[in-house]
């Protein structure tokens, strides 16, 4: 069974005064800068524009409904209130555009690893992973369209030029938060991505794509990694051995559970590899795993691979929820700043909340923005018990 949310009693109202999250934000940034090696001009005295003003900004652009673009957000930062709460001073067009050549992605990277570390949301998942929850990784990209005139990104040729970005995540699944990313062009295979990311003791849970390079098996296992990939339906499989079920595997949609080898040709033929076939909705799905039968069931398997689908939720969530549309840099160092700063948005929003929040949520976190709601609007929305002290 799943294991059941518990209250958010650690917080209160005074944590939202005043739009916390920034505050918060702003406190990170100050003890990553104390460990990061300012890049050249971003101490020079004529930069009025701090780098913690400018990522300031760019995170109180994904809360705020209004601003679509660099020119609504400079044009903000001339309101009162966004300059008493977000940034020091009023923002130019050319110093906006210029920060992004200053601020190091660096910075908010160990931000975002440091937030990552923590506990962002309530126990999820079975509980007989437990065993798993710091290692069980979703493997899985998503594509973000690009502006055409960002040439470093041009994906295809496809009724005329197409720009696209694919931001590489790994996602822990049950503790529901990313702990790495990677932002790309389109074009760069996920597989080569995670080849040069593989870290000794993850377990990597990954779709068809991964699948397709029985080299990659090996490799794995090589770095002292764990995996459950699904495989093409057309695979090449030669059974070695084939193991009984039990009836939870039957009960979970297990039809087979064999010891195997993939491929057709010795050269290419992988090494010895346990298989799970189970009967999905539309079509069988083929599950290779390095995990033995006496570590993990044919239904524990299967179970995995369904957990996968919370990295879909996820990309679903940041794209569509918080609003990660528009594009307020051109550059790939502007662009990774811009998702390092989605990114810690969710996970702060997740250590607030100690859950990722819905959609009458997160309008009512912008209805505060507005000023259309009051902090204890705010509160009883996202389910925070209000401070009567």
């Excluded at 939720?313 to 609003?323: A, H, R, S, V």
């Excluded at 810690?344 to 209805?367: C, D, N, S, V």
Aim: charged share 30%; hydrophobic share 40%; proline share 4%.
């Amino acid at each position: 069974m799943s294991a059941k949310p518990t209250s958010n009693a650690g917080l209160s109202e005074k944590d939202f005064s005043r739009w916390k999250l920034l505050a918060d934000f702003r406190e990170r940034l100050e003890l990553a800068g104390k460990e990061t090696q300012s890049p050249p001009g971003r101490e020079d005295p004529r930069r009025l524009l701090s780098h913690e003003d400018y990522l300031c900004l760019l995170l109180f652009g994904l809360f705020n409904p209004v601003v679509e673009s660099m020119r609504g957000l400079c044009a903000a930062s001339h309101l009162r209130r966004v300059q008493e709460d977000v940034c020091s001073h009023p923002v130019s067009l050319g110093s906006f555009s210029e920060a992004q050549a200053v601020v190091d992605p660096e910075l908010l990277r160990k931000v975002f690893e440091q937030l990552g570390a923590g506990d962002a949301c309530e126990p999820w998942g079975e509980r007989r992973l437990e065993p798993y929850r710091k290692v069980l990784m979703a493997v899985d990209s998503t594509l973000w369209r690009a502006l055409p005139r960002m040439a470093w990104a041009i994906w295809r040729y496809q009724h005329g030029r197409e720009s696209a970005l694919r931001m590489h995540i790994k996602f822990n699944i049950l503790e529901q938060k990313p702990v790495q990313v990677h932002v790309t062009p389109a074009r760069r295979c996920e597989r080569s991505v995670l080849r040069e990311h593989l870290e000794k003791g993850e377990f990597y849970v990954g779709d068809r794509n991964y699948g397709e390079d029985y080299g990659l098996f090996a490799e794995m296992k090589q770095q002292g990694c764990s995996f459950v990939m699904r495989l093409r339906g057309d695979a090449a499989v030669r059974v070695l051995e084939e193991f009984p079920l039990s009836p939870e595997d039957r009960q979970a949609g297990v039809i087979s559970d064999a010891r195997v080898e993939l491929g057709t040709r010795n050269r290419d033929r992988s090494v010895p590899l346990r298989l799970v076939r189970i009967l999905g909705e539309e079509e069988q799905l083929l599950l290779v795993t390095d995990k033995d039968r006496e570590e993990l069931s044919a239904g524990l398997i299967a179970l995995i691979y369904r957990y996968r689908w919370q990295v879909e939720l996820f990309f679903k969530w940041i794209k569509c929820i918080l609003g990660c549309r528009h594009w307020l840099a051109q550059s790939p160092r502007g662009v990774a700043l811009q998702v390092y700063c989605a990114l810690i948005a969710a996970l702060l929003l997740q250590r607030y909340t100690r859950r990722r929040p819905g959609k009458r949520a997160m309008e009512m976190i912008r209805f505060y923005l507005l000023g259309y709601a009051g902090v204890d609007e705010l509160c009883c929305r996202l389910g925070i018990e209000k401070n009567q002290a």
